[in-house]
């Protein structure tokens, strides 16, 4: 069994190839952080042109690295939201399309479920051909356009237990990263910089610690930096550093204790941590110390795996069709597909 996956549901274009066999055959990602940075932030219309141009490219090296032909494809999957429509539709026509054209089962696929079993990504090996079971877990999402706790029971049973009520914690680092002048996206950057930084300089709200539930807000530690700006001594390197892993603090203060707190609440004994931010060295760090004190088990993907790609998709479409879950052709995107 052959997948072709494909992902467009902002600025990455990507296609994969996955095998029930032997997992993961290519996985091609042709990124346009650099065409969107002289905006500061990921413009749709260009975004839906650049995915025009770059799809075909992307999915005939997934094919050639993969060693794969087009006919020898079984499915054909592609995200179909949440994420920014007119990104969305040039992935899931061209899925479509391809899925038309070769008469094989077609996949619509949700971005957020994507990342949130990435973690789980192991191949197919030992596993009689398809992929190996999801096990129970407490997913954290952490990414651009998504912060979620999920009560993961399995693949397919997710129970939301909470999320942001404004910004992600991703638009949170690529925000305050604008606010200090840094290039898009803030949140690499900042992760480097604050690496020299006192993490103590500046006392920045963790908002929601207690409240209670697993909801997140990071506007307000956004609106605090931009409180401070004026009255920093200077924009120095130093300075923006403490700035900056103060900042990260913050976030990864309420980001790893709403994480535990899910876990002792739930029962759970696992922990799987997934999307772009969950690349940040401070967060990775932070999570391994406390998962240890606490005896849970963390998994988190390679960065690869972490940021927008198609081996992600894959991966759920791979376990759909092995529910026999396919879509028809009249599924459509849904730039706010929610997850449960
Ligand atoms: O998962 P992703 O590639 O796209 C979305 O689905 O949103 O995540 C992108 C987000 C951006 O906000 C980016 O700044 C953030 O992940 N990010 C990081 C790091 N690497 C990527 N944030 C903090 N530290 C990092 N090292
Ligand atoms: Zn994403």
Redesign the pocket.
């Known amino acids: 069994m052959i997948v072709l996956a494909l992902e467009s549901?902002?600025d990455?274009t990507a296609a994969a190839i996955l095998c029930a066999q032997r997992g993961l055959l290519a996985s091609e990602v042709a990124s346009q952080i650099a065409v969107h940075r002289v905006y500061g932030g990921v413009v749709p219309e260009v975004a839906s042109r650049q995915h025009l141009t770059h799809l075909r490219p992307v999915v005939d090296a997934a094919l050639a690295h993969a060693g794969v032909r087009r006919e020898e494809l079984d499915a054909v999957a592609a995200t179909a939201g949440p994420g920014l429509a007119t990104s969305l539709m040039i992935g899931l026509s061209a899925a479509k399309g391809l899925a038309l054209g070769l008469q094989k089962p077609f996949l619509a696929v949700n971005?957020v479920e994507g990342?949130l079993l990435s973690p789980f990504f192991s191949g197919c090996e030992g596993t009689g051909g398809g992929p190996a079971p999801i096990p129970p877990a407490i997913g954290l999402v952490v990414?651009?356009?998504?912060t979620l706790l999920v009560d993961i029971d399995g693949f397919g049973r997710y129970r939301l237990l909470g999320q942001t009520r404004d910004d992600?914690a991703?638009?949170a680092?690529?925000k305050v990263?604008k606010l200090l002048g840094l290039p898009y996206?803030?949140?690499?950057v900042?992760?480097r910089l604050a690496r020299g930084g006192d993490p103590a300089r500046f006392a920045f709200p963790r908002s929601m610690l207690n409240s209670g539930d697993f909801a997140f807000s990071f506007s307000g530690l956004k609106t605090a930096v931009r409180y401070l700006l004026p009255k920093l001594p200077d924009r120095s390197e130093p300075t923006l550093a403490d700035v900056c892993a103060s900042f990260q603090e913050a976030v990864v203060d309420v980001l790893v204790e709403k994480t535990l707190a899910a876990a002792r609440a739930t029962g759970r004994t696992s922990v799987a941590v997934s999307?772009?931010?969950s690349?940040?060295?401070r967060?990775r760090a932070r999570m391994e110390e406390a998962c240890r004190k606490a005896g849970l088990q963390l998994r988190i993907a390679g960065a690869a795996l972490?940021?927008?790609n198609a081996a992600m998709i894959g991966w759920v479409a791979l376990h759909r069709l092995a529910h026999g879950l396919l879509s028809p052709l009249t599924a459509d995107i849904d730039p706010n597909l929610r997850l449960v």
């Open positions: 549901s902002c990455e971005h990342h990414s651009g356009g998504h992600a991703g638009e680092f690529d990263g996206p803030g949140g690499p900042i992760d999307g772009g931010v690349c940040n060295s967060l972490s940021t927008d």
